[in-house]
């Protein structure tokens, strides 16, 4: 697969992205790419495999074999009129989709799969891959005729999602397809992605049979290590290793080679040096094996020779259908009964639980797997991607969003694959199970926070807006954990405390208010309390309508009466539906009294101990916020009124092709990437309902004072420079007469030189607070909206906030209240109250206009005056950028 705008052969140019390794819907994966003229030979083994039926639903005939002149014709293509593309699977060709247009805006389409791979979700792939490409060549419609016993191929055609219409005329079902995108579409692509990447992570954790490649009889070794851990977990099913020179590892036959194993194999651990791992592939490969992990080290992690290695492992096992755990990585675990899988280096795996667990560290999952066990938590399963070549944290997200097994789940990440794949899946998820993650530095692989483009603050605002709880280190990530694997969500920020210490209740209750939560006043038994008074206290405390949460704090001077205290607990807290956390004798984790006792791990209804009273606040803070964030409603962008996206979209095509104009098109007919553009926004903004103050640029005295004159008094001058705003005394306000306006001049004219460029404007309505609103393209996000306000103050301490385009009104609500300023817009320390709903419709427009425009690599309103009935965009300024492709994470489905 090529990377940049275009792939290049002897023979063929189309865009880089009309490539993709897919996965397919039982989970196996697939290469996705055009025809190409050497695919001659691949094309004729192809249809040699077909049965005479797809044969005959394909041509409406016999027709035995093709000829030389039909191979030809369907292997050369102009990638422009007549497009075709393949599936393929190691170096065999299983599947053709191919359009020819027939007239402006129609193309005929058809498809051939071969039998064997047909129900396997290719058909349903192909047609998404080749209806986007079909829609970059202006093709709005495909035509296809059907046989009537073509069942298959005309339920395809209806279940894409697509508005569809067919007719019945001579023997044949004409159907026409609509290319246009509908929601229906969108959810029917989404829904498929789910499933498939869903079902392929299963097969690596739910295998009937594990080979463990390069398991020598060596102590310490890394094969023999998880060869040993497999047998001592109790894996349900056989265990093969694979050693070239022995009989036997560990007690256990060992066999010369992956394929000389009598049974199947779904799950290869690979632990041989880095240098043999591809020839390994292969032979999993041909073996039939489902999945990889790749233990062995030796990739990314060691430079570009290691990385080039690495992208090679990936490729070639997507190409063979495989999918990939790591390389260098600690391995998979599944405690479910019925697999008992411990694939990894790490000897203690908790018991059973409803947490699942991805870290991108192989060298810290030991460690945080130990830490996992010693707080007693149990886990559903675990993933340690390594340096993450094919499966990562968003794969594993799909599979728990399905598995009952899991309620919780915890992520260790050093960098993000697809953010804004990551951030939409989360966003879903979260509605139903709660996700944790800790986003630690970025790594060479992935894209890491500094890589971005974007602060780490703008990660954790878009953190936010999808629903995770972020937290800074691996001791909040277990504290927030055990809280949201054994507790209820609070219905609100009230705290109630219980405690038998004074200044251990206080503190706890300074640390509720520092947390943005609401403590009632603490209830101390006094050190003496036990089981009665503590049971007592905490059920009035639950019963309160004004409670929605409570800590309890037992820290008894002299130990005696443990477990009476902690049965007391249990039984109050049992059937109240609020979250009760402690601190209980300074315990961490899950304390055996505190337990509701599980087949292998602590049930629901345990109550999680923390080793302070500020860290079971915090994590409790933590949940109350996601638990306020998840009782508002999901609702979709709003339809505004007022957008012309014709027209907009013409006038940035417009000025990008007048900006490059002796650009040649490519021979695919893709026009070349041109310079960035700035211009004023003022126009662009009109398409989406929004009007910029108007303003006159002069270069004279005399023009400022007939632009007042114009404009009307009293009026605003300032330095034309769009940068000029981040300095001081660039500005002249409320200027009412000519002598003021020269004076104005003048100043400006000695700072900055005769002919400085100034914008006179009229004063905007007063009182008004000045705030700023922004969009950027971000290259892995993709269009991101800021806002902040427009205080020196505020931009010096980047008092910025950030939402992934397009905005809802609750994304803008929350954007507008998430800056540290935000009290000023609403009437708090001396300012008046303004317009918010006006500002924050205008956040919305401005956020679908992000997410109509990718040309619009960066968008700045400076400044947005926000007054008591409206808000007033004072300046506008636009770069415009041709796209190197589209956004990918909104087109047909592909592997990152």
């Not at 704090?553 to 539906?577: F, N």
Request: hydrophobic share 45%; charged share 20%; aromatic share 6%.
């Amino acid at each position: 697969m090529g990377c940049g705008f275009t792939v290049e052969t002897v023979e063929a140019q189309y865009p880089a992205h009309w490539e993709a390794d897919v996965v397919l819907a039982d989970g196996g994966t697939a290469h996705v790419r055009p025809i190409r003229p050497a695919d001659a030979d691949r094309l004729r083994s192809f249809y040699s495999r077909l049965s005479d039926e797809s044969i005959y639903f394909r041509f409406f005939g016999p027709r035995p074999r093709l000829s030389d002149r039909e191979v030809e014709r369907f292997t050369n293509v102009d990638y422009v009129s007549r497009v075709a593309l393949i599936a393929t699977i190691g170096a065999e060709m299983v599947a053709v989709i191919r359009y020819d247009r027939t007239g402006p805006g129609e193309a005929e389409v058809a498809f051939l799969v071969e039998d064997a791979h047909q129900g396997r979700g290719v058909a349903s792939v192909l047609l998404e891959h080749l209806a986007a490409t079909a829609r970059e060549r202006g093709i709005e419609r495909f035509v296809a005729d059907v046989l009537p016993a073509n069942m298959r191929m005309t339920g395809l055609l209806r279940q894409a999602g697509y508005t569809a219409q067919s007719q019945f005329e001579d023997g044949v079902v004409r159907m026409t397809l609509d290319l246009t995108p509908t929601d229906t579409s969108t959810e029917v692509t989404i829904a498929r992605e789910h499933r498939a990447e869903s079902r392929s992570i299963a097969r690596l954790l739910t295998p009937g049979s594990v080979a463990v490649i390069g398991a020598s009889r060596e102590p310490g070794g890394v094969g023999q290590t998880v060869l040993r851990n497999l047998l001592a977990a109790d894996f349900t099913g056989p265990v093969y290793p694979v050693h070239r020179e022995v009989r036997a590892v560990a007690g256990v036959r060992a066999y010369p080679s992956v394929s000389e194993i009598d049974g199947d194999v779904d799950l290869a651990v690979v632990a041989v040096p880095a240098e043999g791992v591809l020839d390994v592939v292969k032979e999993c490969a041909e073996k039939g094996v489902h999945g990889l992990v790749v233990v062995s080290s030796g990739f990314g992690e060691t430079g570009d020779q290691g990385r080039a290695r690495q992208d090679e492992l990936a490729r070639i096992a997507r190409s063979y259908g495989l999918r990939v755990v790591g390389p260098n990585c600690l391995g998979i675990a599944n405690t479910d009964p019925a697999v008992k899988l411990n694939a990894t280096l790490a000897a203690t795996v908790p018991g059973r639980g409803k947490v699942g667990f991805f870290s991108q560290s192989g060298a810290l999952g030991t460690a945080l797997l130990q830490r996992v066990a010693q707080r007693g938590m149990g886990i559903s399963s675990f993933v340690s991607a390594g340096n993450r070549a094919d499966v990562s944290g968003n794969d594993l997200l799909q599979y728990w969003e399905e598995d009952d097994s899991t309620e919780v789940i915890l992520l260790y990440l050093e960098s993000l694959g697809n953010p804004r794949k990551f951030t939409r899946l989360a966003r879903r998820i979260a509605r139903s199970k709660p996700v944790v993650v800790v986003k630690s530095g970025g790594t060479p692989s992935g894209h890491s926070a500094e890589e971005l483009g974007l602060p780490d603050s703008a990660i954790s605002s878009l953190f936010e807006q999808a629903g995770l709880i972020r937290v800074d280190d691996l001791i909040q990530l277990f504290d927030v954990g055990q809280l949201l694997a054994y507790q209820p969500l609070p219905a609100g920020p009230r705290v109630a405390l219980v405690t038998n210490s004074d200044a251990l209740g206080l503190l706890a209750a300074h640390a509720c208010r520092a947390a943005g939560l609401e403590p009632r006043a603490p209830v101390n038994l006094g050190p003496a309390a036990g089981a009665a008074e503590y049971g007592r206290a905490l059920a009035g405390e639950l019963a309160s309508p004004d409670v929605d949460s409570a800590v309890v704090i037992y820290m008894p001077p002299i130990p005696g009466r443990t477990e009476e205290v902690a049965d007391e607990l249990l039984r109050v807290s049992k059937d109240s539906g609020k979250p009760v956390v402690a601190t209980f004798r300074g315990h961490l984790g899950m304390h055996p009294a505190l337990r509701v006792p599980g087949p292998s791990a602590p049930s629901r209804g345990s109550i999680p101990s923390y080793a302070a009273p500020e860290e079971a606040v915090r994590a409790l803070a933590l949940v109350a916020r996601y638990a306020a964030w998840r009782a508002q409603p999901s609702t979709p962008p709003h339809e505004l009124e007022g957008v012309d996206t014709v027209r907009a979209r013409d006038l940035v095509h417009e000025t990008l092709s007048g900006s490059a104009p002796d650009a040649e098109a490519s021979p695919a007919g893709f026009a070349q990437a041109g310079p960035p553009v700035e211009i004023d926004a003022a126009e662009l903004l009109s398409c989406y309902g929004l009007t910029v103050w108007p303003a006159e640029i002069v270069r004279s005295s005399e023009a400022a004072v007939a632009a007042a004159e114009s404009l009307g008094w009293p009026v605003v001058v300032k330095v034309a420079d769009p940068g000029a705003s981040r300095r001081a005394g660039t500005v002249r306000l409320g200027l009412t007469g000519p002598e003021m306006v020269r004076h104005a001049y003048t100043e400006f004219a000695e700072l900055f030189g005769e002919g400085v460029e100034l914008a006179v404007q009229r004063m905007a309505p007063q009182p008004a607070v000045p705030t700023v609103a922004g969009v950027i393209e971000d290259p892995a996000f993709g269009p991101v909206v800021s806002f902040g306000l427009g205080e020196v103050t505020a931009r010096l301490l980047q008092d910025q906030g950030f939402r992934l385009a397009p905005l809802t009104r609750e994304d803008a609500s929350a954007l507008v209240r998430s800056v540290r300023a935000a009290p000023l817009l609403f009437g708090e320390y001396g300012y008046p109250p303004v317009a918010v709903d006006a500002l924050e419709e205008l956040l919305v427009r401005v956020g679908r206009l992000a997410h109509d425009l990718p040309e619009v690599a960066r968008l700045d309103l400076d400044q947005v005056l926000v007054g008591e009935s409206d808000a007033i965009i004072l300046g506008a300024r636009a770069i415009l950028r041709t796209p190197a492709g589209p956004r990918l994470d909104v087109g047909p489905r592909r592997l990152s």
